[in-house]
């Protein structure tokens, strides 16, 4: 079936820069992760969704970053003002019962 | 709040040998825990899970055991293989999915 998936694949932006990435979970999933890996580092927790609850936003490095998730479905996140160090690539993870699916990531690049 | 502590690398071994990636975890309830691999250029795969205390997750040879009373997810493979090269990385889903900062293991010939 229809996995996790992520767009763009690849984002190539100028500094200061508003971006926007889409992830579509796998219908059905109520959870909903967003992840961020610089560089050879490991996963930097950002927001999750859980059902119609208030979402954690507890990962959110600045309050450049949101996220929304519609419908309980497709979610976006949105990095205003982008920075250099913005530059990673950003995961998706839709949660079924007891495990997670990780989308394919979007690389995004900030010049 | 919960979180996970994973051995740090790099981790360089020779074929065939023996590989353990420790891992620990803290929780307030009763998490489900995996280890999850990332291959060179690839996304993150599920490698194993467990989901209740004394269960063991196996795949490609690789195994962990769920000890609650250590509160313990230790990776272990008996014989390694330089395409077992990755970043390895524990996690935990309690009230939310937590993950280790990732050990990267590294085989020669």
């Known amino acids: 079936g229809a996995g996790v998936s992520q767009s763009p694949s690849n984002k190539v932006t100028e500094k200061g820069k508003d971006v926007e990435l889409r992830c579509d979970p796998i219908s059905g999933h109520t959870a909903l992760y967003w992840y961020r890996q610089s560089l050879g580092q490991g996963l930097e927790f950002l927001i999750y969704f859980q059902g119609n609850s208030a979402p954690d936003k507890s990962g959110l490095p600045s309050d450049r970053f949101s996220a929304e998730r519609t419908g309980g479905s497709v979610s976006t996140l949105t990095i205003q003002r982008t920075q250099q160090e913005d530059s990673a690539v950003y995961l998706c993870?839709?949660?079924?019962?007891?495990?997670?699916?990780f989308g394919p990531g979007t690389r995004l690049t900030v010049t | 709040g919960d979180s996970v502590t994973q051995m740090e690398g790099p981790v360089t071994l020779s074929e065939e040998a023996f590989l353990t990636i420790n891992c620990t975890y803290t929780?307030?309830?009763?998490?489900?825990l995996f280890w999850y691999v990332q291959y060179p250029g690839e996304g993150l795969q599920l490698l194993l899970k467990a989901t209740k205390a004394d269960d063991k997750g196996s795949n490609k040879g690789f195994e962990a055991t769920y000890r609650k009373e250590t509160t313990s997810f230790h990776l272990e493979k008996g014989s390694v293989q330089v395409s077992d090269s990755a970043v390895y990385f524990c996690a935990s889903n309690d009230y939310k999915l937590s993950f280790g900062a990732g050990t990267t293991v590294t085989v020669r010939a």
């Open positions: 993870a839709s949660v079924g019962s007891y495990e997670q699916y």
């Open positions: 929780a307030t309830g009763y998490p489900s």
